[in-house]
Each structure stands twice: as structure tokens, then as C-alpha cells.
């Protein structure tokens, strides 16, 4: 069983920075397409970003220009370098393939974004 275990949030100002970090215990990097998704307090889990095998990425309007998703299949690693963050960013942060598969969830990392 393939398991996913992010890590890299914490509490930041507005306007900082953070990089998280997701690593799997199997290949699945090899196979699929990666995702980061995040769930605010009270909302949905919403897809942030997402990388394709060969490195093509698409990103939702509201972190286009502020966050950027990475990946090193020979690591097993994916990453999601976060910039000019803000409030409504606060949420638990996720990745799980694209689409999403409900065997890969993982416990995710917390970013919280206030001053």
C-alpha cells in the first residue's frame, strides 16, 4: 500500500513563504499525474496545482503567480513552493494523485497564514 506524507507547513505572516514537501513510500510517482489540494476550516477540498508526468502544471486562479508545484520522480518527492501568502490560504494542505484517489489520502500539513 502506497502511502503519501506531506510536511512543510506551519504558521507564517502574511506575505511569507513556505515549501512543502510530499514523499511516497512506493513509485507512485512514475505512474500519475500529482496533485495538491487543500481544505479550508468549514470548505471543501479544492485541487491547488497540478504537475503531469513531463512536468506540465496547472493551477487554480486564486495561487496562479504566487505557488509553484514540483516533482522528482527519481526521489519519490513532490513540492509546492508557496509565496506571498495570504489569509484565505489557511488550510491543511494535501497531495494525492490527479485525479484523486481516496486509497492515497494522507494526514496533510497544516499552513496557517495570520499575523
Known amino acids: 500500500q502506497v502511502q503519501l506524507v506531506e510536511s512543510g507547513g506551519g504558521l507564517v505572516q502574511p506575505g511569507g513563504s513556505l515549501r512543502l514537501s510530499c514523499a511516497a513510500s512506493?513509485?507512485?510517482?512514475?505512474?500519475?499525474?500529482m496533485g495538491w489540494y487543500r481544505q479550508a476550516p468549514g470548505k471543501q477540498r479544492e485541487l491547488v496545482a497540478r504537475?503531469?508526468?513531463?512536468?506540465?502544471?496547472n493551477y487554480a486562479d486564486s495561487v496562479k503567480g504566487r505557488f509553484t508545484i514540483s516533482r522528482d520522480n527519481a526521489k519519490n518527492k513532490l513540492y509546492l513552493q508557496m509565496n506571498s501568502l495570504k489569509p484565505e490560504d489557511t488550510a491543511v494542505y494535501y497531495c494525492?494523485?490527479?485525479?484523486?484517489?481516496?486509497?492515497?489520502w494522507g494526514q496533510g500539513t497544516q499552513v496557517t497564514v495570520s499575523s
Open positions: 512506493g513509485s507512485i510517482f512514475s505512474f500519475y499525474t
Open positions: 504537475i503531469t508526468l513531463g512536468g506540465s502544471t
Open positions: 494525492n494523485i490527479y485525479p484523486v484517489s481516496a486509497n492515497y
